[in-house]
């Protein structure tokens, strides 16, 4: 027993050390992060409303998600004072320990999975176009004008694997009067070379096709050029004994934006140089990705430490429309295909469509 008990504390004191090393010695805290996302649901078209120059007849679209990311964040950018919103004496620098994982456009590595599907079936009464490209419209449409259109479509996304996500800039503050750690869950991004999507399609006249029935069979997966990220999250306040080390949480809050459902996160704070209350999947997951992910480009430059709310660097927009009009113009087809591919792209810009991140709940809005 006393020969195990000793292993057991030589393999502990491995894994601390392992964990130390792996943190930058500018670092005064770490957060190793886990957060999986879950929503379902589906959504019904009102008979009668336009789709381009057709007339919609019936709509129904469903959708379910299932991702997780598990990475680490090192906090290196030390904050004068509070950096929640509201907070009393907030410039007490003893009172408070806040800090920023400044990582720029790099972002921290993160081991991600992602399942999700969308399948829309949707019925149209055609009428001639007039818009740009209605001549090569109208001329696929030749004899089937009045006629009800059936189609269904089906965008399944797949990825997984370390380095396949990035964590970006959020804050951690510490009360050490009321005795609250304030965290802000980290804008997610997901490297889109890593993520395959896949597209099926099945178009009728006057009446839909079977239920398994598709015109081209299990389609070939390409790689998506869309940005797609995990929606954000609001800051979260967990309580945290006085001069603590150490604090491991686990909470689900509801998600905003269209597709909905529950993340569930959890995470396991450390000051550096410390191992964390118990050795987790999520740790072991994220040193993983971080000897596995390429060499990181440069980090912009930090802003002032008295400006937390600074806006972060983000790669080019990419819509959900501008996904949307590609998958339905290249892949779906069929008479008011590229009309509905907007909306099916819209499952692509729900999970994505990245811009600048927007103001957090803890800082102020931008001047207009």
Sequence with gaps: MTQALAGFAAAALGAA??????LPAHAQW????????EAAGQQVG???????????????VTWRVQQEVRGTLNYTQKLRGAVARNMPDKNNEQRYDS?????????????????????????????KADAEGAVELNRQRAGKLGRIEHL???????????????????????????????FEPPAIDFDPAQVRYTVQKVTRMDKPAAADEWDSG????????????????????FDMPRDAQSLEATRTVDVPGPTGGKATMTIALRRAGAAPAAATDAAAA???AVAAAPTAAPAARPAAASDPCAPKNAAPATTAADAGAAVGGAALGGGHGRIVGTTVGGFLGALGGKKDKPARGDCPAPAR
């Design 17 to 22: 050390t392992l964990l130390a090393a792996a």
């Design 30 to 37: 770490a957060v190793d992060y886990t957060v999986r996302y």
């Design 46 to 60: 009102q008979p009668g409303e336009p789709r381009g120059p057709d007339t919609l007849v019936s709509e129904k």
């Design 99 to 127: 800090w920023i994982s400044r990582s720029g456009r790099a972002g921290n590595p993160a081991w991600m999975k992602i399942d999700a599907e969308e399948v829309m079936d949707s019925a149209a009464r055609l009428a």
């Design 152 to 182: 269904r479509t089906r965008i399944t996304l797949a990825g997984e694997g370390p380095g396949a996500a990035k964590l970006n800039d959020p804050f951690v503050q510490i009360d050490r009067v009321d005795g609250k750690l304030h």
């Design 218 to 237: 299990d389609a070939k997966a390409q790689r998506t050029t869309a940005v797609l990220s995990l929606p954000l999250l609001p800051v979260q306040v």
């Design 286 to 288: 994220a040193a993983t």
